[in-house]
């Protein structure tokens, strides 16, 4: 696997370099530069970021003075706590259907942005940092103390701009923490931008315990501006659509190749190897960026992983780009099976696969245990070539 600098240079997605005037000449001058195609929608956005980037040069929240104990410094405590909050600029909230620019849109603020302390990550990551360090604080301090307002002290130590690439709650253990960790980091004067394919009226909807997460709705609008990013362009399907997304053989050209998808659908975005960790286990997953994970054969089908773990990177990731599917026999039935169970979740969830292998997928395991159960994947990995399921949403 080519590391990602080298597969950056092969372009394809606009780069998120910072620039000096903010992102709606950075959004401009990709546009002059041919990289992308000019978009009105996309261009009102860029207006509201620029808005917004004007409004944060230089931003510091006033932080509270340390908390001196008594009645005047809770009182002088909680006042400057609402100064910083009103005296914060608001935050946006980029709402859209997949592949609309969302996240280029918010990377090209991010780069630009001149707040000393920034942030940009996936909300998904966000929270699990949150309750990993909730739960390292319980240890140290009980099950007595508040875990919230330290862990809000210590992000925004980190950040005074927080920027959330799919903002999206499916979790009772994050709506239970979110409306007062929100509350907290608002505060304390945090401004933040996320993108979303659900806007915040529609956030844990019909989920149990939905009304307890009304207030955090409510807050969320008070504090964020709602932007919906009406493009009729997916642009993400547009860039695959152009790919073959099945290389035989696994060569350095089909390498070459899958290197290539990877920094079309990534852009510059630094790629890194990530952990998605669920139920006491972690999948490990060799690189990653925007949605976009890659793997090689082995690193997921050689493994003892099981349908849970396939299903977290399929719901977790929008593209998988798989290097080196071999043809496999009755001596690695126990690949060939998770190669089927791998399979399966990806084309359940709508994950678009750009893969390398030694043969068509319908020779790929012609006996073998289950090797009559592999027609059916082979045939879904027929079908997801087509046009007609690369344009399909991705099902998280
Ligand atoms: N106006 C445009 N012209 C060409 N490509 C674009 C344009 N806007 C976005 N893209 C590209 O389309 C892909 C999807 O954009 P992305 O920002 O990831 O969408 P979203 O976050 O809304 O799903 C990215 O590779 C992005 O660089
Ligand atoms: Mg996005």
């Given amino acids: 696997m080519t590391p990602p600098p080298d597969a950056l240079s092969a372009a394809g997605a606009p780069p998120t370099v910072a620039h000096p005037a903010g992102p709606l000449p950075a959004l401009r001058a990709l546009i002059a530069a041919g990289t992308i195609t000019p978009d009105h929608a996309q261009e009102l956005a860029a207006e509201k970021l620029q808005d917004l980037w004007r409004r944060t040069r230089g931003y510091e929240p006033q932080t509270e003075p340390p908390d001196s104990g008594g009645f005047l410094g809770r009182f002088f405590r909680r006042k400057a706590v609402d100064e910083a909050a009103s005296e914060a600029p608001l935050g946006l909230y980029l709402v859209g259907e997949v592949g609309r620019g969302k996240s280029m849109l918010m990377d090209l603020f991010f780069a630009s942005a001149d707040v000393a302390r920034k942030q940009r990550l996936h909300f998904h990551q966000f929270m699990q940092q949150a309750h990993r360090r909730i739960h390292a604080w319980k240890q140290q301090h009980g099950d007595t103390a508040d875990p919230i307002p330290p862990l809000a002290d210590s992000i925004v130590a980190e950040a005074a701009l927080l920027c959330f690439d799919e903002f999206q709650v499916h979790d009772i253990a994050d709506a239970m923490i979110l409306g007062r960790l929100f509350e907290a980091l608002f505060a304390r004067g945090v401004v933040m931008v996320a993108t979303s394919n659900t806007a915040p009226d529609d956030l844990f909807r019909g989920k149990p315990g939905r009304d307890a997460f009304l207030p955090f709705i409510q807050m969320i609008k008070q504090r964020i501006e709602v932007l919906h990013l009406e493009s009729a362009r997916d642009y993400r399907r547009e860039r695959i659509r152009g790919l073959p997304t099945w290389h035989v053989p696994p060569d350095g050209r089909a390498e070459r190749a899958l290197d290539a998808a990877f920094a079309e659908m990534t852009g510059d975005t630094p790629a890194a190897p990530c952990k998605l960790t669920l139920l006491g286990r972690a999948v490990e997953v060799p690189l990653a960026a925007r949605g976009v994970a890659r793997f090689e054969f082995n690193d997921i089908c050689g493994r003892p992983l099981g349908p849970a773990d396939f299903l977290a990177v399929a719901t977790h990731f929008h593209t998988i780009v798989l290097d080196g599917i071999p043809r496999l026999g009755p001596e690695n039935f126990d690949k060939a099976r998770r190669f089927i169970t791998l399979i399966d979740a990806l084309y359940e969830h709508r994950v678009k696969l750009v893969a390398s292998a030694e043969d068509t997928p319908d020779r790929l395991y012609e006996r073998g ?23 399909l949403p991705h099902l998280t």
């Avoid at 159960?373 to 027929?382: G, K, N, Q």
């Fill in 369 to 391: 245990e289950n090797a009559a159960m592999f027609e059916r994947t082979a045939s879904r990995l027929v079908e997801m070539q087509s046009q007609e399921y690369l344009a």
